[in-house]
């Protein structure tokens, strides 16, 4: 066994009759683990229960595995006389789990509710989806006792999207104001940083323990980051492991064409918005650098035809994975070949797909009608939060209420209300587990006076 297939929690041994790889044991304990299942009633773009026809967090999930897989295919075949990157590239059964997993620590209602739970976590570690991914995988599904579901050390390196901790990302004075009524704060000034939580400190050394005192330092360094106009941001890691950079591709990929294809079904982006944004003198080269024209791509995509829009988006993807090769990240000193490659896209497709993202952020995400959802979703998480904070015997659920009895303080924690991080911790746990259904029910039924019976099973 290599040292990327050693698990967390080394006392988990497998049946002596179980002929399976630890690949296939990371892929059959997600797909069954409660953290997996939850993803069908979690937001993806637009709310649930608006149709049953547009992507969840699961179905987005599950693309993003069969492009993932996709993409793989791609670079065995296009890398096929260099073994020191075919030896590097991972099996696809492993690479499903990261795909499929990449997505279990985002909370109720989307970015709206990865907003709540920063403001609400504040002074106590702050808040982030997929920082929350790790703690899900290493401590928190049931799979065992205190290990989640126990991955192998490959499996949690590929989750691992930003190495780099909350405390050493976090630039607390760029965070805007929060009003006396928290939920009435601007989501755009308190977005989390990019990382993992302080939390999760052990499991990161654990995950980096093979590479070199070089690597690492080099592989775990926040960089400063800048918007367009100058203004500091949150600072960000700028190095990520081969499998990641496959898995973050394939979700770039479906987050832009996947979802304009929902958005264009459900009349969300007009033929006129595709041309605005991708036949304007300034775009159209963006598509015929790939060989495409802009105009006949958006006579396809709202031709009407629901066929002909899905063999449009099909020939995009094929488009996109077909850009993709594997080159040396110019990490510093690296020798671990995990940390040597990573999966790029041409500059050329990258600029396309990056218009595309665009055209569906400007008029999906940021419409008001989304917004309008998005900041309910944000109001609900911080009330739910806020009661649970505030009399937890009372309202929490027995066992949830025995982790927070038990848990414990912060000790590293300067602000005052630091000996409560702990326990503020475990109510954020059961918040960021819920899914739209199970939040809104409980906040309906602690909040609405005709809303709520004894004999309720939320």
């Keep these: 066994m290599s040292i990327w297939e050693e698990r967390f929690n080394t006392e988990d041994a497998k049946a002596s009759t ?20 939850r993803l069908q009633s979690k937001t993806q773009v637009l709310g649930l229960g608006e149709s049953d026809f547009y992507r969840t967090r699961l179905t987005h999930s599950m693309e993003v595995a069969q492009i993932g897989i996709g993409i793989l295919k791609w670079l065995k075949e296009k890398h096929k006389d260099q073994k020191d990157i075919l030896d590097a590239l991972p099996r696809s059964t492993l690479l499903n789990s990261i795909c499929l997993a990449h997505d279990i620590g985002h909370p109720p209602f989307g970015h709206g509710g990865e907003v709540a739970l920063n403001v609400c976590m504040r002074n106590h570690g702050g808040f982030e989806g997929n920082g929350q991914t790790l703690r899900i995988l290493t401590k928190l599904d049931k799979y065992s006792e205190s290990h989640g579901i126990n991955p192998t050390r490959r499996m949690l390196l590929g989750i691992l999207k ?13 965070y805007g104001a929060i009003p006396p009524q928290i939920w009435l704060c601007r989501a755009s000034e308190q977005k989390p940083p990019k990382c993992y939580l302080d939390d999760e400190i052990d499991v990161v050394d654990w995950i980096l323990s093979p590479l070199t005192s070089e690597e690492r330092k080099a592989f775990t360094q926040a960089h400063d980051v800048f918007d367009s106009k100058g203004k500091r941001k949150h ?4 190095y990520k492991g081969l499998d990641t950079s496959i898995m973050e591709l394939a979700d770039d990929i479906s987050y832009s064409l996947h979802d304009l294809e929902d958005a264009i079904a459900l009349g969300l982006v007009s033929r006129t918005d595709w041309a605005d944004y991708c036949e304007s003198e300034d775009h ?24 002909i829009r899905k063999k449009r988006i099909g020939g995009l993807v094929h488009k996109l994975i077909s850009s993709i090769s594997v080159a040396d990240t110019g990490l510093p000193g690296a020798t671990t070949a995990l940390l040597k490659w990573n999966a790029v896209m041409e500059p050329a497709p990258r600029k396309m797909m990056d218009r595309i993202a665009e055209l569906v952020r400007d008029k999906v995400i940021k419409s008001p009608n989304v917004q309008q959802l998005e900041f309910k979703g944000q109001k609900l998480v911080m009330e739910l939060f806020q009661a649970l904070a505030s009399d937890p015997e009372r309202l929490l659920p027995r066992s949830t209420y025995e982790r927070y ?3 414990a303080g912060d000790q590293t924690s300067s602000d005052q209300t630091g000996s409560d991080h702990g326990k503020m911790r475990v109510i954020c746990d059961f918040v960021s587990g819920m899914t739209d259904e199970y939040a809104t029910r409980m906040y309906e039924k602690i909040y609405h006076p005709h809303k709520g019976s004894i004999f309720d099973r939320l």
């Design 405 to 407: 009895k038990h848990a």
């Design 162 to 174: 930003y190495p780099a901790s909350y405390s050493n990302t976090v630039r607390s004075e760029i």
């Design 284 to 307: 159209r080269a963006k598509f015929t650098d790939c060989g495409l024209d802009a105009t006949a791509v958006g006579a396809e995509l709202f031709s009407g035809a629901s066929h």
């Design 235 to 238: 600072s960000k890691p700028k």
């Design 18 to 37: 179980d002929i399976r790889s630890p690949w296939d044991h990371d892929y059959g304990r997600l797909v069954h683990s409660a953290a997996f299942r």
